[in-house]
C-alpha cells in the first residue's frame, strides 16, 4: 500500500529553521514527483516546493519562500526533505507531502491536482 508520511514540524521562533521529511512506504519513492503544499486554516493549499522524480534535476519553489526552503532527495533512504530557514510566522501551516507518477518535462509541478497520493501532514508554527 503506498503511503506517504511527513515528520519534522514543530514550534519555532522567527528566523529559525525547520527540517521536514516525507517518507515514503510500499513504493519506490524515486520514480515519483514530489509535491510539498501547506495549507492554513481557512486558506486554500500551496504550492510550496517540488522536486522531479529520479535524480531530482529540477525543482520549484513558490516566490514566498525562494531562497529560504531547499527541497531534496535521498533516493536510498526514500525520502524526500524541504529545509526551512528564515522561518517567518506567515510559513504557519500544516505541511503536506504528495506523489505522482506523472513525468513531467523539465519541470516539477506546484498544482495540487496533478498529485493523487498525500501524507496527513505536519503542523509547522513560527511564533515568538
Known amino acids: 500500500q503506498l503511503q506517504l508520511v511527513e515528520s519534522g514540524g514543530g514550534l519555532v521562533q522567527p528566523g529559525g529553521s525547520l527540517r521536514l521529511s516525507c517518507a515514503a512506504s510500499?513504493?519506490?519513492?524515486?520514480?515519483?514527483?514530489i509535491g510539498w503544499f501547506r495549507q492554513d486554516p481557512g486558506k486554500e493549499r500551496e504550492g510550496v516546493s517540488c522536486?522531479?522524480?529520479?535524480?531530482?534535476?529540477?525543482?520549484n519553489y513558490a516566490d514566498s519562500v525562494k531562497g529560504r526552503f531547499a527541497i531534496s532527495r535521498d533516493n536510498a533512504m526514500n525520502t524526500v526533505y524541504l529545509q526551512l530557514n528564515s522561518l517567518k510566522p506567515e510559513d504557519t501551516a500544516t505541511y503536506y507531502c504528495?506523489?505522482?507518477?506523472?513525468?513531467?518535462?523539465?519541470?516539477?509541478?506546484?498544482?495540487?491536482?496533478?498529485?493523487?497520493?498525500w501524507g496527513p501532514g505536519t503542523e509547522v508554527t513560527v511564533s515568538s
Open positions: 504528495a506523489a505522482t507518477r506523472h513525468e513531467f518535462f523539465r519541470r516539477c509541478s506546484l498544482d495540487a491536482r496533478d498529485f493523487g497520493a
Open positions: 522536486i522531479s522524480s529520479r535524480s531530482g534535476d529540477y525543482t
Open positions: 510500499g513504493f519506490t519513492l524515486s520514480y515519483y514527483t
